[in-house]
T-cell receptor, first 113, second 111 residues
Framework: DGGITQSPKYLFRKEGQNVTLSCEQN?????MYWYRQDPGQGLRLIYY???????QKGDIAEGYSVSREKKESFPLTVTSAQKNPTAFYLC????????????FGPGTRLTVT | SQQGEEDPQALSIQEGENATMNCSYK?????LQWYRQNSGRGLVHLIL?????REKHSGRLRVTLDTSKKSSSLLITASRAADTASYFC???????????FGKGTMLLVSP
């Protein structure tokens, strides 16, 4: 899992509540990413950030928000607007000089009931 | 939208056999990468091959890239039970800095 930590490993929430997933890296990477993984769907990009205080929407950004106030941290908030929030969430970071090879955290499994 | 499509979706072999997985993609790429994921865990980078490379080796892994056919293959030689995992290809498209993942191949290696 490299130098990326995600917490918590499992998270349970009631429908209608916002929830924030943590992602921290100590690899000194400029770029960070959030993915969602559903069974049989592979990974889909939610948001990414190439530099502090800047981020871009990925393929499925609706219902999610992020911030990038520090190089090491890229938290993801799953809002109540996200229609199907139950999923496995993966955070990654990369170094442009290595062809954007990505280092992944261990993931957070979010269950919303 | 997903760019890479792995084939087969699932593969079951015996220890000691070779495993071959294929990946096809649609647009021009900068590089193609293969990742491995054990059940319920994060992905681990295996190998990166650039668009101007045709073949790359790393231990028991061999990756080929055919840009004219927009396809890549991952060969795991002399497989072990510990190789049981899902394997994903991902492309960095020309002019972009993000990865686009396929849906993966689930490999089961039986002792």
């Amino acid at each position: 899992d490299g130098g990326i930590t995600q917490s918590p490993k499992y998270l349970f929430r009631k429908e209608g509540q916002n929830v924030t997933l943590s992602c921290e890296q100590n690899l000194n990477h400029d770029a960070m990413y959030w993915y969602r993984q559903d069974p049989g769907q592979g990974l889909r990009l939610i948001y990414y950030s190439q530099i502090v205080n800047d981020f871009q929407k990925g393929d499925i950004a609706e219902g999610y928000s992020v911030s990038r106030e520090k190089k090491e941290s890229f938290p993801l908030t799953v809002t109540s607007a996200q229609k199907n929030p139950t999923a496995f969430y993966l955070c990654a970071s990369s170094d442009r000089d290595r062809g954007y090879e990505q280092y992944f955290g261990p993931g957070t499994r979010l269950t919303v009931t | 939208s997903q760019q890479g499509e792995e084939d087969p979706q699932a593969l079951s072999i015996q220890e000691g056999e070779n495993a071959t997985m294929n990946c096809s993609y649609k647009t021009s790429i900068n590089n193609l990468q293969w990742y491995r994921q054990n059940s319920g865990r994060g992905l681990v980078h295996l190998i990166l091959i650039r668009s101007n490379e045709r073949e790359k080796h790393s231990g028991r892994l061999r990756v080929t890239l055919d840009t004219s056919k927009k396809s890549s293959s991952l060969l795991i030689t002399a497989s072990r039970a510990a190789d049981t995992a899902s394997y994903f290809c991902a492309t960095v498209n020309s002019g972009y800095s993000t990865l686009t993942f396929g849906k993966g191949t689930m490999l089961l290696v039986s002792p």
